[in-house]
Protein backbone atom coordinates (compact mmCIF):
# COMPACT_ATOMS: atom_id res chain seq x y z
CA UNK A 1 0.00 0.00 0.00
CA UNK A 2 1.08 3.36 -0.98
CA UNK A 3 1.85 6.37 1.34
CA UNK A 4 -0.94 8.10 -0.75
CA UNK A 5 -3.66 4.92 0.08
CA UNK A 6 -1.94 5.12 3.92
CA UNK A 7 -2.48 8.76 4.22
CA UNK A 8 -6.23 8.58 2.81
CA UNK A 9 -7.59 5.99 4.82
CA UNK A 10 -5.99 7.04 8.51
CA UNK A 11 -7.42 10.46 7.39
CA UNK A 12 -10.97 8.55 6.71
CA UNK A 13 -10.58 6.58 9.90
CA UNK A 14 -9.54 9.53 12.07
CA UNK A 15 -12.82 11.56 10.79
CA UNK A 16 -14.84 8.84 11.20
CA UNK A 17 -13.68 7.88 15.39
CA UNK A 18 -14.11 11.89 15.88
CA UNK A 19 -17.36 12.07 13.61
CA UNK A 20 -18.83 9.43 15.68
CA UNK A 21 -21.75 11.54 16.88
CA UNK A 22 -23.23 14.96 17.49
CA UNK A 23 -25.94 14.68 20.60
CA UNK A 24 -28.81 17.02 19.28
CA UNK A 25 -26.60 18.74 16.58
CA UNK A 26 -29.36 17.08 13.64
CA UNK A 27 -32.08 15.03 13.59
CA UNK A 28 -32.67 11.52 12.79
CA UNK A 29 -34.20 12.19 9.90
CA UNK A 30 -31.25 10.92 7.28
CA UNK A 31 -31.75 7.34 8.50
CA UNK A 32 -29.03 5.14 10.34
CA UNK A 33 -27.59 3.75 6.56
CA UNK A 34 -28.88 5.77 4.80
CA UNK A 35 -24.65 7.94 3.38
CA UNK A 36 -21.54 7.23 2.75
CA UNK A 37 -18.41 7.90 4.66
CA UNK A 38 -17.36 11.04 2.77
CA UNK A 39 -19.93 13.66 4.72
CA UNK A 40 -22.99 12.34 3.89
CA UNK A 41 -25.68 11.00 6.52
CA UNK A 42 -23.76 7.64 7.95
CA UNK A 43 -21.28 10.16 8.80
CA UNK A 44 -23.27 12.79 10.83
CA UNK A 45 -24.79 9.87 12.65
CA UNK A 46 -21.85 9.18 14.25
CA UNK A 47 -20.94 12.34 14.84
CA UNK A 48 -23.83 12.33 17.39
CA UNK A 49 -22.34 9.63 18.96
CA UNK A 50 -19.04 10.86 19.65
CA UNK A 51 -20.61 14.12 20.84
CA UNK A 52 -22.88 12.60 22.80
CA UNK A 53 -21.39 13.26 26.44
CA UNK A 54 -19.66 16.48 26.31
CA UNK A 55 -22.96 18.36 27.83
CA UNK A 56 -22.80 21.01 24.67
CA UNK A 57 -24.09 24.33 25.15
CA UNK A 58 -26.77 25.08 23.10
CA UNK A 59 -25.06 27.56 21.70
CA UNK A 60 -22.10 24.78 20.67
CA UNK A 61 -25.36 22.49 19.50
CA UNK A 62 -25.96 25.60 17.09
CA UNK A 63 -22.93 26.13 16.30
CA UNK A 64 -22.32 22.49 15.03
CA UNK A 65 -25.85 22.20 13.45
CA UNK A 66 -24.93 25.18 10.98
CA UNK A 67 -21.69 23.46 10.40
CA UNK A 68 -23.13 20.01 9.14
CA UNK A 69 -25.84 21.60 7.69
CA UNK A 70 -23.36 23.79 5.34
CA UNK A 71 -21.10 20.83 5.24
CA UNK A 72 -24.21 18.73 3.79
CA UNK A 73 -25.25 21.76 1.34
CA UNK A 74 -21.64 21.97 0.01
CA UNK A 75 -21.48 18.11 -0.94
CA UNK A 76 -25.17 18.24 -2.24
CA UNK A 77 -24.48 21.07 -4.23
CA UNK A 78 -20.98 19.54 -5.43
CA UNK A 79 -22.99 16.43 -6.54
CA UNK A 80 -25.55 18.40 -8.10
CA UNK A 81 -23.26 20.41 -9.93
CA UNK A 82 -21.07 17.84 -11.27
CA UNK A 83 -23.97 15.21 -11.87
CA UNK A 84 -23.71 14.64 -15.67
CA UNK A 85 -19.30 15.26 -15.09
CA UNK A 86 -19.48 12.64 -12.67
CA UNK A 87 -21.51 10.04 -14.54
CA UNK A 88 -19.25 10.50 -18.15
CA UNK A 89 -16.36 10.05 -15.35
CA UNK A 90 -17.55 6.80 -13.89
CA UNK A 91 -18.44 5.78 -17.75
CA UNK A 92 -14.78 6.51 -18.51
CA UNK A 93 -13.51 4.40 -15.60
CA UNK A 94 -15.66 1.86 -16.58
CA UNK A 95 -14.46 1.98 -19.91
CA UNK A 96 -10.73 2.13 -19.23
CA UNK A 97 -11.14 -0.43 -16.71
CA UNK A 98 -12.90 -3.19 -19.66
CA UNK A 99 -9.92 -2.25 -21.41
CA UNK A 100 -7.46 -3.18 -19.02
CA UNK A 101 -9.27 -6.56 -18.50
CA UNK A 102 -9.96 -7.02 -21.92
CA UNK A 103 -6.25 -6.81 -22.74
CA UNK A 104 -4.10 -9.67 -23.92
CA UNK A 105 -1.46 -8.79 -21.37
CA UNK A 106 -1.78 -6.67 -18.10
CA UNK A 107 -0.74 -2.84 -18.74
CA UNK A 108 0.33 -2.49 -15.30
CA UNK A 109 1.24 1.89 -15.66
CA UNK A 110 -2.79 2.27 -16.91
CA UNK A 111 -3.99 0.09 -13.64
CA UNK A 112 -1.61 2.46 -11.44
CA UNK A 113 -2.89 5.72 -13.61
CA UNK A 114 -6.73 4.06 -12.90
CA UNK A 115 -5.87 3.79 -9.08
CA UNK A 116 -4.48 7.47 -8.61
CA UNK A 117 -7.40 8.83 -10.66
CA UNK A 118 -9.82 6.85 -7.92
CA UNK A 119 -7.42 7.91 -4.78
CA UNK A 120 -7.22 11.68 -6.07
CA UNK A 121 -11.16 12.06 -5.44
CA UNK A 122 -10.98 10.18 -2.19
CA UNK A 123 -8.39 12.09 -0.89
CA UNK A 124 -10.14 15.08 -1.54
CA UNK A 125 -13.52 13.76 0.49
CA UNK A 126 -11.60 12.98 3.40
CA UNK A 127 -9.77 16.22 2.89
CA UNK A 128 -13.04 18.30 3.22
CA UNK A 129 -14.24 15.47 5.81
CA UNK A 130 -11.30 16.68 8.10
CA UNK A 131 -12.11 20.61 7.73
CA UNK A 132 -15.51 19.67 8.66
CA UNK A 133 -13.39 17.77 12.25
CA UNK A 134 -11.21 20.55 12.64
CA UNK A 135 -14.08 23.73 12.56
CA UNK A 136 -16.43 21.44 15.23
CA UNK A 137 -13.61 20.80 17.34
CA UNK A 138 -12.54 24.36 17.31
CA UNK A 139 -16.16 24.79 19.48
CA UNK A 140 -15.11 22.95 22.04
CA UNK A 141 -14.10 23.65 25.48
CA UNK A 142 -10.59 22.95 26.34
CA UNK A 143 -12.42 20.18 28.67
CA UNK A 144 -14.72 18.82 25.94
CA UNK A 145 -11.64 18.41 23.95
CA UNK A 146 -10.01 16.21 26.29
CA UNK A 147 -13.16 14.16 27.15
CA UNK A 148 -13.44 13.77 23.27
CA UNK A 149 -10.07 12.54 22.40
CA UNK A 150 -10.49 10.68 25.19
CA UNK A 151 -13.44 8.68 23.80
CA UNK A 152 -11.39 8.81 20.60
CA UNK A 153 -9.03 6.59 21.80
CA UNK A 154 -11.18 4.09 23.76
CA UNK A 155 -12.71 3.75 19.90
CA UNK A 156 -9.15 3.09 18.55
CA UNK A 157 -8.16 0.70 21.53
CA UNK A 158 -11.78 -1.05 20.35
CA UNK A 159 -11.08 -1.01 16.75
CA UNK A 160 -7.64 -2.79 17.64
CA UNK A 161 -8.96 -5.39 19.80
CA UNK A 162 -11.92 -6.43 17.48
CA UNK A 163 -8.61 -6.00 14.48
CA UNK A 164 -6.67 -8.59 16.66
CA UNK A 165 -9.91 -10.69 17.08
CA UNK A 166 -10.46 -10.90 13.22
CA UNK A 167 -7.31 -11.66 12.66
CA UNK A 168 -6.71 -14.41 15.48
CA UNK A 169 -9.89 -15.72 13.89
CA UNK A 170 -8.54 -15.76 10.20
CA UNK A 171 -5.71 -17.48 11.26
CA UNK A 172 -7.72 -19.82 12.96
CA UNK A 173 -9.72 -21.16 9.84
CA UNK A 174 -6.19 -21.00 8.05
CA UNK A 175 -4.53 -23.37 10.09
CA UNK A 176 -7.67 -25.43 10.06
CA UNK A 177 -7.55 -25.92 6.01
Do not use: C, W, Y
Not at 13 to 26: H, T
Not at 102 to 119: G, M, S, V, W
Not at 120 to 142: C, D, N, S, V
Request: positive net charge; glycine residues 6%.
Amino acid sequence: MNKFTQRGLIALMVSGALFSGVASAQSHDEGRHGGRHDGGPMMMENMRHMFKDLNLSDEQKVQLRELMKAHKDARKAERDADGAERDASRAAHHEKMQALMNAPTFDEAAAKALIAERQARGEERALEAMKLQHQMFQLLTPEQKTQLQAKMEQKRQEREAKRAEREERRKERADAL
